[in-house]
């Protein structure tokens, strides 16, 4: 899944989206408000993280303009200020949730993973196309009742396809999800890990389909 990180501290923006790729997310970071806004215009996220003390544009006005613009991507407010007053205030403009500085990184992960599952409005943490599972609680993969290994980058595609199972996933939204803005990825490179995939369900009775010229669909047989 991919996370936008919004905030100008870079040591903390940097630590924190090293801390998320080590939990198998995509992470992409904005240091500004302007930059956040452009990011979140042209890119899908599961989830941002937002300060709100930023530069060019505040966390809540930025808050505030993304609502007006549809924009529905679940929101979570990391700020040294938790008085009860500026918790109901980002709240009341559009905010998910709410966790202050400093923080357990097991906590926003957590927080994370129920803002997603509500994004999905996932009532069940339990995920199953045939018998693939994905527990979106603890985001482990299980086949035919059995635990699934697979890669970072696996992981990632397989997550994206489950998300949206029954329905066509481009190549180029595939390897968005999975690569981000910052890498420098050939776009062949989502095929590799489509086929390896595969190869891990084999067995089992669900499947990536190819859709000539659509993209992937993740389907049970």
Partial sequence: MRLLIVEDNHELADWLARALEQARYTVDAA?????????LAIANYAAVILDLSLPKIDG???LR?????????????LTANASLDGRVAGLDTGADDYLAKPFELAELEARLRALIRRGHDLANPAIAVGDLVLNSATRQFSLNGEPLQLTPREHSVLEYLILKAGTTVTKAALLESVFGFDAETDPSAIEIYVHRVRKKLEGGTVQIATLRGLGYMLRAL
């Fill in 31 to 39: 240091h500004d408000g302007e930059e956040a806004e452009h990011l």
């Fill in 65 to 77: 303009r993304i609502r007006r613009a549809g924009n529905k991507t679940p929101v979570i407010i």
């Fill in 60 to 62: 809540m006005t930025l």
